[in-house]
């Protein structure tokens, strides 16, 4: 295999793992929309809760940016969730808004789309479709 395959390759690989891992987060985002919206609770929901909260609103954002550097686009994945939750929750905490339980619907449902996106739709960086 000549060099220039090889690097096509990695491309490849890299574009089927980061659809997996869309794919997986979509599906914990649904799960959990479920959970939420059906009044289970439990272990599996607060481990599932923890990774809405530490991975899927960053991922939503970070994910469509492509950037090519694992390590860079995980600390990004986490930093984007966390400040994002802080800063929605400060909002509904100062407009005595607090409700925790909706803030987990609400981000689910908006994150549905870009995770979709990700994992099933091959968006090139114009924004074509590949």
Request: charged fraction near 10%; proline fraction near 4%.
């Given at each position: 295999?000549?060099?220039?395959?090889?690097?096509?390759?990695?491309?490849?690989?890299?574009?089927?793992?980061?659809?997996?891992?869309?794919?997986l987060l979509l599906?914990?985002?649904?799960?959990?929309?479920?959970?939420?919206?059906?009044?289970?609770?439990?272990?599996?929901?607060?481990?599932?809760?923890?990774?809405?909260?530490?991975?899927?609103?960053?991922?939503?954002?970070?994910?469509?940016?492509?950037?090519?550097?694992?390590?860079?686009?995980?600390?990004?994945?986490?930093?984007?969730?966390?400040?994002?939750?802080?800063?929605t929750a400060q909002?509904?905490?100062?407009?005595?808004?607090?409700?925790?339980?909706?803030?987990?619907?609400?981000?689910?449902?908006?994150?549905?789309?870009?995770?979709?996106?990700?994992?099933?739709?091959?968006?090139?960086?114009?924004?074509?479709?590949?």
């Amino acid at each position: 295999m000549s060099r220039n395959a090889s690097g096509l390759s990695t491309v490849l690989d890299g574009l089927a793992t980061r659809a997996f891992a869309s794919g997986l987060l979509l599906g914990i985002d649904v799960l959990l929309l479920i959970l939420t919206t059906s009044g289970v609770h439990g272990p599996v929901r607060f481990a599932l809760g923890l990774i809405l909260g530490l991975v899927i609103p960053g991922w939503s954002i970070v994910g469509l940016l492509r950037l090519g550097n694992v390590p860079l686009e995980v600390s990004l994945t986490l930093a984007v969730s966390l400040a994002l939750l802080i800063a929605t929750a400060q909002i509904m905490m100062t407009f005595h808004l607090w409700h925790p339980i909706t803030l987990e619907e609400l981000i689910c449902l908006a994150c549905i789309p870009s995770l979709f996106t990700q994992a099933f739709l091959r968006v090139d960086g114009n924004g074509g479709k590949k």
